[in-house]
């Protein structure tokens, strides 16, 4: 084998050997067959923890104060927009009009916006609508798009280029175009065409990655290994390609999360996104930009969580991908 | 002389540990000698190569001592500008994979040609010539239209062939070699190989060859220095070591060649593996797997004994081990 | 593992000499396609071109020739991951190739691979004891449940390396111990006929030897027959009872390892034979070396007649027009002895180009 001019290399060749505290001890010509015990020459026996890429990911992932941190802060949005009762007392849509515009007082940390509407209240409420769709959306295009990019990534040929096209059409929607046009026939209240439409338009950018991770996958030697043993097709994808190909859709889907959230309240402050009576940060900033000359405060808050929010998940999607990447392992 | 590498260590920091890849390397090649150096992967050959080149990354990694002499300077003691200018026009490299050292979107022509336009100021025209005068040196069939062709549109031992002519443009007078042909089929292997030694000859050049193919070594080698977990453990004509290693780790590479008369039995195989650098075994670091191992070799690492006047063995036991060989 | 050897050993009788895999004619070639969605052929890559060989129960078969000869694709037709375009492969005389659903997962358990690379042939997410009972899983009725962890360890051991290790993943492992591992797979379903690809080339120097020990150690075992791989001539030749030189698709010598290396009468062979390195300084003064001139031609478009002859010291007009059979060259068909070999050239005449060897 010649030798690796890559430090990084350099380190797999030589290190990776004992990366588990001492491989080297399974080592063993013909001669040395006869003398191995079972606790092994240096006492690394079947106590020794297995490593799979998971456990080292997350061996990894908690020492990364950026994933700590990031992590934490969606805790907790998560927390409060399952649970807003516990650290809002008041209901976000009792307004009283002759509060419209006043600042702080005590109780109300954040001041009222021009409904004279707690925009404190509002504020934590508003998270529930924003992580509902980022999660709701990102599963279902993380779903969607592995799907297709998967099987086109596995099968090729025919299906890829029919699949494969499929992705461009979509891809090639201008969103907040199509969300203009789209989300204005469709009246709701709820979450959900809004979920719809972001899978919708999603999806070919999971099934890119997902087509190629694949792709990747495929090629090795361990999936031709187990065809010529007569694997099934189902069999080589979900228990040899799908688990080394999943990575790359894990990293993308988590980054993407926190696009969705921003997509939300974009598609919101145009008026096409949700509707009240749902709280959303979306909602609230375009109400408050009509006064940001005089009441700027309005727009600080629920734009301020908007950010922080979506800053948290593109960080997980860092920390997650610096753990998952093999390029940096 | 040529080249000098004195004491050479070079350190890798991983997240894992402190990486020990050369620890203590000292060699040397004169003009028109070929020096071989022999070894496995993690023996620290390449990067000690690299270090000579100053194509070292760091970090991860560090010179943590010693001095590389080039004509009579320090490299290790020269501003990067300055050994900017002895890189490619001093001394150059051959890498393994012509492929990936070729820049795809670049002709052949022109990263020939800027090898003439940055170190010498020609102009784009006169680089052209050169070029083409280079591959016709090389042995290119039709350098005159493949001149402005892509790396991919020749195959593997031509491609190696454009590496070689990129490393004598400024006619250095050092090359490295880094397992030159361990990409290449045994019988373009063969051509490469006479190419080499031809130009090398006609240039009066030193050549340090990195491989780990005993027959490529005994082939072309002068002198060979045999190196393991980032030491050398012998240094010799190449006559002296293939008639009679004085090293263990050396003797048994020789023996675990497959010879005719041994055809049906087992092969002879150096147990164990090569160690991890980040946990070399105190002492002499072959020690594990040497059939000669006494508890010396466990405490003590062998200082290279001077077996002859132009050879060297990091052996404790270096001369019961001629004696049997 | 005693237990396993003995039921191994006993299905497989006493080597024979009749051939237990007879290939004939095969054929593979790679359609080249422009267009995405609407394919059209423009040409083929003519990976393997009327290959012909037999397989002896228990002999080793190697198979040597340079990137691109179409030894890979052959190994990979054997075991039946690509589909020949012709030809048969006869495994104790019936034709695998038109085989399908569970006849031909039967045949599959009876030849197996190991693979090149031992870091792209292990599933990195599956622990070593996943890896070794993937066969059982794939074929439940080799060995019920409750039995294969024991059988996975007892398989480790035969390769030499520590049964307790079944819970670690390859990563753990160095080289040398991953291909242990995939020897140890390719072991798993007893099979008959092993089929492997240049199974110690991305191994250290040091580590080779223990390899190529182990895979003799398990023929004598298990009463393996063995296709052995490989661009290493000194490897192939000590472990091969018989030798294939492939070109361009097309095997132009074979025979005994006496009569290929010490007696070769192919040009190519010859040159091949010449062109490796020989460690032994000495011998660089006296040796006479074929260099050939040029490189292999693409195998899209393979030269008429002789593909060799494009770099060939001897050919003539001949060359160019006829295709030469592989079969025993007419001049020395009457006088026998070692010369007497099936060699595809019109003007094959011996040249001794290796040292000759003592027993010669």
Not at chain 1, 88 to 96: E, H, K, R
Not at chain 1, 151 to 173: E, K, P, T, Y
Not at chain 1, 276 to 304: C, F, K, M
Not at chain 2, 111 to 128: N, P, T, Y
């Amino acid at each position: 084998m010649p030798e690796a001019y890559d430090p990084k290399d350099v380190a797999k060749d030589a290190i990776a050997p004992t990366g588990a505290g001492g491989a080297m001890d399974l080592a063993m010509s013909e001669a040395e067959t006869l003398e191995k015990n079972p606790g092994g020459p240096l006492g690394t026996g079947p106590q020794e923890k297995a490593r799979s890429l998971w456990t080292d990911a997350w061996h990894q992932l908690r020492r990364n104060p950026v994933f700590i941190i990031s992590s934490l802060l969606i805790l907790f949005l998560i927390v409060i927009s399952l649970w807003p009762s516990l650290i809002a007392s008041g209901d976000p849509n009792s307004c009283q009009l002759s509060k419209a515009h006043e600042s702080a007082t005590s109780g109300h940390p954040f001041g009222y916006d021009a409904q004279g509407c707690d925009v404190y209240t509002r504020t934590v409420y508003g998270a529930r609508a924003s992580i509902a769709v980022g999660i709701c959306a990102t599963l279902g295009v993380a779903i969607l798009g592995s799907l297709m990019g998967g099987l086109a990534g596995f099968f090729g040929g025919w299906w890829d280029g029919l699949l494969s096209r499929l992705a461009d059409v979509f891809f090639a929607i201008p969103v907040i175009l199509g969300g203009l046009v789209f989300l204005s026939v469709v009246v709701s209240s709820t979450i959900w065409p809004v979920v719809g439409f972001m899978i919708l338009l999603g999806w070919p950018q999971i099934s890119r990655i997902a087509r190629g991770a694949v792709i990747t996958a495929k090629q090795n030697d361990y999936v031709q290994a187990a065809r010529a043993l007569g694997a099934s097709n189902s069999r080589m994808l979900l228990r040899h390609v799908a688990p080394n190909a999943i990575a790359p859709v894990i990293v993308v889907a988590t980054i993407a999360l926190g696009t969705y959230i921003a997509l939300e309240a974009t598609l919101s402050y145009l008026g096409v996104g949700l509707r009240p009576p749902t709280v959303s940060w979306g909602i609230d900033i375009s109400n408050a930009s009509q006064y940001i000359r005089n009441y700027p405060h309005e727009l600080l808050w629920p734009a301020g969580a908007l950010s922080i929010t979506v800053l948290a998940f593109i960080m997980l999607g860092d920390a997650v991908r610096d753990a998952l990447d093999p390029k940096l392992r | 002389m040529l080249l000098e590498v004195r004491d050479l260590q070079v350190e890798f920091r991983t997240r894992d540990g402190v990486a020990k890849a050369v620890n203590g390397v000292t060699y040397e090649v004169d003009a028109g000698e070929t020096l071989a150096v022999l070894g496995e992967s993690g023996s620290g050959k390449s990067v000690t190569a690299q270090a000579i080149m100053g194509i070292l990354d760091m970090p991860p990694g560090k010179i943590t001592g010693g001095e590389i002499l080039f004509q009579g300077k320090d490299l290790l003691k020269m501003k990067e500008d300055e050994r900017r200018k002895v890189r490619g026009a001093e001394m150059a490299m051959i890498f393994q994979d012509a492929l990936s050292s070729l820049n795809p979107v670049l002709s052949v022509g022109d990263q020939l040609g800027e090898m003439f336009i940055v170190h010498r100021g020609m102009s784009k025209k006169d680089a052209r010539a050169k070029s083409i005068e280079l591959m016709d040196r090389v042995r290119i069939p039709a350098a005159k239209e493949r001149v402005s062709q892509y790396p991919h549109q020749f195959s593997g031992g031509m491609r190696q062939r454009i590496m070689i002519a990129m490393a004598l443009a400024l006619e250095p007078a050092l090359i490295i070699a880094d397992e030159p042909t361990t990409a290449l089929d045994v019988t373009v292997q063969a051509q490469v190989m006479d190419l080499l030694a031809e130009l090398q000859r006609e240039l009066n050049m030193g050549l340090i060859l990195i491989t780990h193919d005993l027959g490529v070594v005994a082939d072309v080698a002068d002198k060979i220095a045999v190196m393991y977990a980032g030491r050398i453990v012998e240094r010799a004509p190449v006559h002296d070591i293939y008639k009679a290693p004085a090293h263990p780790y050396t003797k048994g590479l020789l023996e675990s060649i497959p010879r005719l008369d041994q055809k049906g039995q087992e092969l002879y195989a150096i147990k164990g593996l090569p160690p991890n650098l980040m946990a070399i075994p105190p002492g002499c670091a072959f020690n594990p797997r040497c059939p000669r191992a006494q508890d010396v070799c466990r405490t003590d690492v062998p200082p290279l004994a001077q077996v002859s006047e132009d050879r060297q063995s990091a052996c404790h036991f270096w001369k019961e081990t001629l004696r049997d060989a | 593992m005693p237990e396993l050897t003995k039921e191994i050993a006993d299905a497989h009788p006493t080597p024979t000499a009749e051939p237990i895999l007879e290939v004939r004619g095969l054929v593979k070639h790679f359609p080249l396609t422009q267009g995405i969605l609407f394919k059209k052929q423009i040409g083929a890559v003519k990976a393997v071109d009327g290959v012909d060989f037999d397989l002896g129960a228990g002999e080793t078969l190697g198979i040597v020739g340079e990137s691109g000869c179409g030894k890979s694709t052959v190994a990979k037709l054997l075991v039946n991951l690509e589909q020949p375009t012709a030809g048969e492969i006869r495994y104790k005389g019936e034709d695998i190739t038109k085989l399908s659903g569970r006849a031909l997962k039967a045949v599959r358990r009876n030849i197996q691979m190991v693979f090149q690379d031992p870091y792209t042939s292990l599933n990195p997410r599956m622990t070593v004891g996943d890896i070794i009972g993937e066969p059982y899983e794939i074929h439940p009725e080799v060995a019920p449940k409750g039995s294969r962890r024991q059988k996975v360890q007892e398989l480790l051991d035969v390769v030499g390396l520590n049964p307790e290790y079944i819970n670690r993943y390859p990563h753990q492992f160095s080289g040398g111990q991953r291909q242990r591992i995939g020897i140890a797979r390719g072991l798993a379903l007893r099979p008959e006929i092993i089929v492997a690809d240049e199974p110690v080339s991305a191994l250290d120097v040091s580590v080779q030897a223990q390899v190529v020990n182990l895979l003799e150690k398990l023929q004598d075992e298990f009463g393996l027959s063995y296709v052995f791989i490989a661009h290493d001539l000194s490897i192939v030749r000590h472990i091969s009872d018989r030798v294939g030189v492939m070109y361009l698709g097309r095997l132009v010598e074979i025979g005994s390892d006496r009569e290929i290396y010490d007696h070769p009468t192919h040009p190519y062979t010859q040159a091949l034979l010449s062109a490796v390195p020989v460690p032994d300084p000495d011998a660089r003064l006296h040796r006479e070396r074929i260099i050939l001139s040029g490189d292999v031609p693409s195998p899209a478009n393979p030269p008429s007649g002789c593909r060799f002859r494009t770099r060939c010291w001897k050919a003539q007009e001949r060359c160019e027009l006829e295709v030469p059979e592989l079969a025993v060259p007419a001049v020395f068909r009457l006088e026998g002895g070692p010369t007497a070999h099936p060699s595809a050239c019109h003007f094959a005449e011996e040249k001794q180009v290796v040292p000759e060897s003592d027993e010669s």
